[in-house]
């Protein structure tokens, strides 16, 4: 951790051969968010699903951004994306038809870090400003509930980096990130017309990144 912040806070002395590089790519996450999913499970209780809401435990999405790569250190700016729908079925009642209840659950996140590399392995942080947008979709009337919820966060990672042809560079990068607040559960108990409050919790994810790197190194 003291190198990650060493690397994160040093001063930089960046040189005339700098590089730009454009990454793209796609990230998976794990989750455990006991007090969300008892949310979740007590409403499909209340319920007559006959599929009922799964828990929350990953998510995925894309990742894009920008880095300027000088010698072996590098500064990078980045969009994450990480989303996951929960899904509960029931038959409409009196007809042959089914509707699909929906949770709709998504971590947006700009962030500014920098990381340090040698030809294949590496190691790096980010500072992330995250907003969480979670939506509510009643199957039946088509209604929705949405809210959303901000907040900065660390993120470090581990590196490999796999040379490609024609420019273009491979990098596995497994994450921890830990969000500086915890995530307000209530917004989504009273959509589910639930009453009380179930607190907070903090959406720690563990996760893999696969990265493509564009143009010179």
Same mark, same amino acid.
Not at 12 to 25: D, E, H, M, R, V
Not at 32 to 51: A, C, E, G, I, W
Not at 70 to 85: D, N, P, R, W
């Given at each position: 951790?003291?190198? #990650?912040?060493?690397? =994160?806070?040093?001063?930089?002395?960046?040189?005339?051969?700098?590089?730009?590089?454009?990454?793209?790519? +796609?990230?998976?996450?794990?989750? /455990?968010?006991?007090?969300?999913?008892?949310?979740?499970? &007590?409403?499909? /209780?209340?319920?007559? +699903?006959?599929?009922?809401?799964?828990? #929350?435990? *990953? &998510?995925?999405?894309?990742?894009?951004?920008?880095?300027?790569? =000088?010698?072996?250190?590098?500064?990078?700016?980045?969009?994450?994306?990480?989303?996951?729908?929960?899904?509960?079925?029931?038959?409409?009642?009196?007809?042959?038809?089914?509707?699909?209840?929906?949770?709709?659950?998504?971590?947006? /996140?700009?962030? =500014?870090?920098?990381?340090?590399?040698?030809? %294949?392995?590496?190691?790096?942080?980010?500072?992330?400003?995250? *907003?969480?947008?979670?939506?509510?979709?009643?199957?039946?009337?088509?209604?929705?509930?949405?809210?959303?919820?901000?907040?900065?966060?660390?993120?470090?990672?581990?590196?490999?980096?796999?040379?490609?042809?024609?420019?273009?560079? %491979?990098?596995?990068?497994?994450? *921890?990130?830990?969000?500086?607040?915890? +995530?307000?559960?209530?917004?989504?108990?009273?959509?589910?017309?639930?009453?009380?409050?179930?607190?907070?919790?903090? *959406?720690?994810? =563990?996760?893999?990144?696969?990265?493509? +790197?564009?143009?010179?190194?």
């Amino acid at each position: 951790m003291v190198l #990650l912040l060493t690397a =994160f806070f040093g001063c930089i002395s960046l040189p005339g051969n700098a590089q730009f590089n454009l990454k793209t790519g +796609y990230n998976i996450s794990f989750i /455990s968010m006991p007090r969300l999913n008892d949310v979740v499970s &007590m409403y499909n /209780s209340s319920q007559t +699903y006959t599929k009922s809401f799964p828990q #929350l435990t *990953w &998510m995925h999405g894309i990742e894009a951004g920008l880095r300027y790569k =000088f010698g072996a250190g590098a500064l990078e700016v980045t969009y994450q994306g990480a989303f996951q729908q929960l899904r509960a079925e029931d038959d409409l009642p009196g007809t042959n038809e089914s509707y699909s209840d929906r949770i709709k659950f998504g971590i947006h /996140s700009g962030s =500014f870090g920098y990381q340090v590399s040698g030809q %294949i392995f590496g190691l790096g942080s980010d500072i992330q400003y995250q *907003w969480y947008r979670t939506k509510v979709i009643n199957g039946v009337t088509g209604d929705y509930q949405r809210e959303i919820q901000n907040m900065f966060a660390l993120k470090v990672y581990l590196m490999a980096t796999l040379k490609g042809n024609k420019g273009v560079d %491979i990098a596995i990068q497994p994450y *921890w990130v830990s969000p500086f607040e915890e +995530y307000n559960l209530k917004p989504l108990n009273d959509f589910l017309d639930q009453e009380g409050d179930p607190g907070t919790e903090k *959406w720690n994810r =563990f996760g893999l990144t696969i990265l493509f +790197y564009n143009g010179e190194k």
